[in-house]
């Protein structure tokens, strides 16, 4: 990889035709659906001159009620076996299996970030859960937030959902505009029935546009269905899974058999499985599977950040988690940040934010931005920490080797040592910095760095001077289970004054 992304969603269409009354055949396929599907969080036909929908979609993509803003990221897909006695046996194998485990920790990343957006609060995650379907089950995580924002707000924020579409989202896109053929139309978009409850309150249900059919005024069908596209997927079993999710619709066209299941098992209580479900968010950050209540540090409260976004939206939950601490934080894009910005003496920490692409290429803006900011910073005598990307910027201006890994960390925990403290901590990059030589001082505009070394991998795993620190792992991430306690030792470490040498 070049660092572009975690996670794609590539999708495939078939096409047919039909001279059918388009409101016609739009109940009679919803009459199907009605009777062959189970599990769907919505059953609907929409027919409008020119256009008509029909569809038994399994996720909600957001919905807002009495303040509460809810997501439901489902990822990760079991086909269920045509012999029942493989039923049981094969669906323990999925709950366990690795890359359909991190496929769903990933995209709950992802909407985190639009949480953290969007929810004073941050976002609380329950689950895992099963979404059983008539021949396919999911597992999905529930996100629950707290909100004042206008559902048209909420709704254009939370646009698309990375579970059909990748992330990080803004380069998720440019892949999929890269390799899909036409644009999506519907695909992967979302319906939304916006009224009022009965104190006068706005009220949002927006479903995601999976699992359905359009009928242009032409007559052309088209049906869509794509994977998730993750660093352990299986091209055959990726396509498979593509014709499976497309089967169901397929069916009710007429196009496919109606496939009879033969048996009626509740996958949930199969012996087990609630167990290995449950299992998973051991690993997890208890930060976001709790009631995130301010926790302010005393030395760091009221301590002013700016937080730059390097086009990957991170930044909400670092900027999230800063404010945990007390401080205040405030995000802005980098296009939007210039040397003298930095240099406002308001600001007592810059935090240079995570982002996709290559640190060493010269030829992009953003790094050439993080690079000046950084210098700027730096050559001020003011506090710095720079995440990510914005690490390997850093590593990069102290003289370190910037190379691409062999297999890249792409939605992966890993545990490692930050100076004597070891940490689980979620990565996600394709670049690493190399350690300097044994003996060999590194500094970075004037200041001794001392870095933290991950010696399976090689890498530079952090960095840390007067003033500037710097991590190469997500701290904010879902997967980071210490990532508080390092963001909280990061942030002191570059926003406090060093204690004095007591000799």
């Not at 920790?105 to 995650?125: N, Y």
């Amino acid at each position: 990889g070049n660092g572009e992304g975690a996670n794609f969603v590539i999708r495939r269409d078939v096409l047919a035709r039909t001279a059918a009354d388009p409101a016609t055949a739009a109940l009679t396929w919803l009459r199907t659906l009605l009777t062959d599907e189970r599990g769907a969080y919505w059953t609907f036909a929409v027919h409008t001159p020119g256009h008509t929908l029909v569809g038994a979609t399994p996720e909600r993509h957001v919905s807002v009620r009495d303040g509460r803003v809810r997501m439901n990221p489902i990822s990760g897909t079991f086909r269920h076996p045509l012999d029942v006695r493989d039923l049981e046996p094969d669906f323990r194998s999925f709950v366990k299996d690795t890359k359909e485990t991190e496929e769903l920790f990933m995209v709950v990343d992802e909407e985190m970030k639009m949480m953290a957006q969007i929810c004073s609060d941050g976002g609380r995650i329950t689950g895992p859960y099963l979404k059983q379907m008539a021949h396919l089950t999911h597992t999905e995580y529930l996100l629950d937030g707290s909100s004042e924002a206008d559902v048209r707000d909420v709704l254009r924020a939370t646009m698309f959902a990375p579970t059909v579409t990748g992330s990080p989202m803004e380069n998720a896109c440019t892949v999929i505009r890269r390799h899909e053929p036409a644009g999506r139309g519907y695909y992967s978009g979302v319906l939304a029935l916006v009224d009022l409850d009965e104190e006068g309150g706005e009220r949002l249900d927006a479903p995601i546009l999976i699992r359905t059919a359009h009928v242009d005024a032409a007559g052309t069908v088209t049906v869509s269905a794509g994977a998730t596209l993750v660093r352990h997927s299986d091209p055959r079993s990726e396509v498979a899974e593509t014709a499976a999710k497309a089967r169901g619709m397929l069916a009710a066209l007429g196009l496919r058999p109606r496939r009879e299941t033969g048996y009626d098992v509740q996958l949930a209580s199969v012996p087990g499985v609630a167990e290995d479900l449950a299992a998973r968010n051991e690993s997890l950050s208890p930060f976001w599977l709790s009631p995130q209540e301010a926790r302010p540090d005393p030395d760091l409260a009221g301590r002013r950040v700016l937080v730059v976004d390097a086009e990957d939206t991170w930044t909400q939950m670092l900027a999230h988690m800063v404010r945990h601490v007390g401080m205040v934080a405030e995000v802005r894009r980098w296009e939007q940040v210039g040397p003298q910005d930095v240099l406002d003496p308001s600001w007592d920490l810059l935090l240079l934010g995570p982002g996709p692409g290559d640190p060493t290429d010269l030829g992009d803006p953003r790094i050439v931005r993080l690079r000046a900011l950084a210098e700027a910073r730096l050559g001020s005598g003011t506090p710095l920490l720079a995440v990510c990307l914005s690490h390997q910027v850093l590593a990069a201006m102290a003289g370190l080797e910037i190379v691409k890994l062999d297999r890249p960390n792409q939605g992966v925990q890993i545990p490692v040592d930050l100076w004597g403290q070891v940490r689980r901590i979620g990565f996600y990059n394709t670049f690493v910095a190399r350690p300097p030589a044994p003996g060999e001082q590194v500094s970075v505009g004037g200041r001794p760095l001392e870095v933290a070394v991950h010696e399976p991998d090689d890498a530079v795993v952090g960095m840390r001077g007067s003033g500037v620190a710097s991590i190469q792992g997500h701290a904010e991430s879902v997967l980071s289970r210490d990532g508080l306690v390092a963001l909280h030792g990061l942030l002191r470490h570059a926003a406090l004054p060093a204690p004095a040498d007591p000799r």
